[in-house]
């Protein structure tokens, strides 16, 4: 059996047909009716499973911000998340309220230099090297921290965009993050707070008093249009071209790899669902459970940073 693209029909080595058509049945009565339904199949647990998914190659990554906790970036809804500390900025309080706009960027002023300091960790290290041993196609990270691309991953869609950049409300124009940073420092110089506490959209804790005294600067293309970082706030639609590139990458590709994702919120998850609707292997690694488990062929609870190494050593 072969799926659409003419490839073996998309499960697993060794595992199980998927469900199939229930058949009917006819009773002493000569009445028919439909077969009882066949038990979902489990999906496999075992690292072995997940590496002979991987050995077919041509595999997709979606990533989110699980794999990037070893790097000191915080995830969202991890035990130690940062939605249970904090109510991250929205795109309607951002575009809406010039005080809330403020107070993001006293906050990303001081959380900016934390993200930016983070280096790669051995998860981002080892997809880079799955990827250039032929095994790993593109990767769609939820994540705007930069650190696939540090590590080495090409072909990479920032779903989220990208913290590097700033982009301008009323022209539109997109400039270094870095750029800006110059320019905060300069016009802020005895800003000095420092916080432990930063969100994966390096939003950082900060005191009342201590933001007041920030000083926001505007667009230099326009004049002063207000600034917004590149990145998808929550509430704000991931652009259409961009969410149809990642849907391209699923449908060519042999399987889908979850890393680090709860899939709580259906930007990630509906490409676990176009995978699911085309026959194409889903494998999902996260530490506690994800919205995508019951379409998850393969499902491995255990932290990244042991799982992926190992995979890239016994595969790379």
């Not at 050995?55 to 939605?83: C, N, Q």
């Not at 993001?104 to 959380?111: E, I, L, N, T």
């Not at 990208?162 to 905060?184: H, I, P, Q, W, Y």
Request: proline share 7%.
């Amino acid at each position: 059996m072969r799926d659409r693209r003419g490839r073996p029909g998309g499960r697993l080595p060794g595992e199980g047909a998927g469900p199939t058509a229930r058949p009917a049945i006819r009773g002493d009565d000569g009445a028919v009716t439909a077969a009882p339904a066949a038990r979902p199949r489990a999906a496999a647990t075992s690292l072995d499973a997940l590496a002979d998914l991987l050995a077919e190659g041509d595999v997709v990554v979606l990533s989110g911000a699980g794999l990037s906790t070893d790097s000191g970036i915080p995830d969202y809804r991890g035990e130690t998340g940062s939605l249970r500390r904090h109510t991250p900025m929205t795109y309607q309080t951002f575009t809406r309220d010039p005080r809330g706009r403020h107070r993001y960027w006293a906050r990303s002023f001081v959380g900016w230099r934390q993200i930016r300091s983070a280096r790669p960790n051995p998860g981002h290290r080892a997809v880079a090297d799955l990827q250039a041993a032929g095994l790993i196609g593109g990767v769609i990270t939820q994540n705007v921290d930069g650190l696939h691309q540090a590590g080495g991953a090409t072909d990479v869609v920032e779903l989220h965009g990208g913290l590097d950049r700033t982009v301008c409300l009323s022209c539109g124009d997109v400039a270094s993050r870095a750029d800006l940073d110059e320019r905060l420092t300069a016009a802020n110089p005895f800003f000095g707070a420092r916080t432990d506490e930063i969100n994966p959209d390096g939003d950082a804790e900060l005191p009342d008093e201590v933001l007041d005294g920030f000083v926001m600067v505007g667009c230099l293309a326009c004049g002063d249009g207000p600034l917004k970082p590149d990145v998808v706030f929550f509430g704000e639609t991931v652009p259409r071209d961009r969410v149809e590139r990642c849907f391209g990458l699923i449908e060519d590709a042999a399987g889908l790899l979850v890393l680090g994702s709860s899939l709580t919120v259906m930007s990630g998850y509906r490409f676990v669902l176009r995978a699911a609707k085309l026959g194409i292997p889903v494998a999902i690694v996260n530490v506690g459970p994800t919205r995508g488990d019951a379409k998850a062929d393969v499902r491995v609870d255990a932290p990244l940073g042991e799982v992926l190494p190992s995979l890239a050593a016994s595969l790379g």
